[in-house]
């Protein structure tokens, strides 16, 4: 099994320019970012991604974007921000060690739209998709999801 080039940045023993660090986070650019100011935030802990983040690490991890947002409006006076963290391959995440990518935008920039075009699915199955969800967050049966 090889390494995790995050725990190694969070042990020292990676390169990376940090931008911040705390007891439970660091913060640090990437070596490929997607705009100026990119910034990847993770948890010192090896937490492969965000279905394994404890209520806990959530609540630090939250606090530590929550200072790194306005200090990179701050530092760049950017026209906005993507706040973006992806979980398992299928949604493109490449390192399996959590976090969080604050990334700086500005209007025509080359990073582009985030998201595809309109859905064309019917309003049914999504309401479906509403009632197994409410039923998951709520602890109830919402019965068999086979007409999603």
């Known amino acids: 099994m090889s390494a995790c080039v995050f725990c190694e940045i969070v042990a020292g023993t990676g390169s990376a320019r940090i931008v911040y ?3 439970w986070t ?3 650019l990437p ?7 990119h910034t990847l935030l993770v948890p010192r802990a090896h937490v492969r991604d965000l279905w394994d983040l404890g ?11 929550m200072r790194l947002a306005p200090a990179l409006r701050r530092a760049l006076s ?10 398992g391959a299928a949604a493109t995440q490449t390192v399996f060690h959590l976090h969080v990518h604050l990334v ?7 990073f582009g739209p985030l998201w595809p075009g309109r859905s064309q699915r019917p309003a049914q199955q999504d309401e479906g998709v509403a009632e197994l969800i409410r039923a998951e967050v ?5 019965g068999p999801a086979d007409s999603l």
Do not use: M
């Open 21 to 23: 660090e705390d007891e």
């Open 138 to 142: 709520t602890g109830r049966d919402a």
């Open 104 to 110: 700086p935008r500005w209007h025509g920039d080359a």
């Open 78 to 87: 950017p026209d906005g921000l993507n706040v973006v963290n992806s979980a």
């Open 31 to 37: 070596l490929y970012p997607a705009a100026v100011g």
């Open 26 to 28: 660091v913060a640090f």
């Open 55 to 65: 209520a806990a690490d959530a609540h630090r991890l939250t606090t530590a974007l």
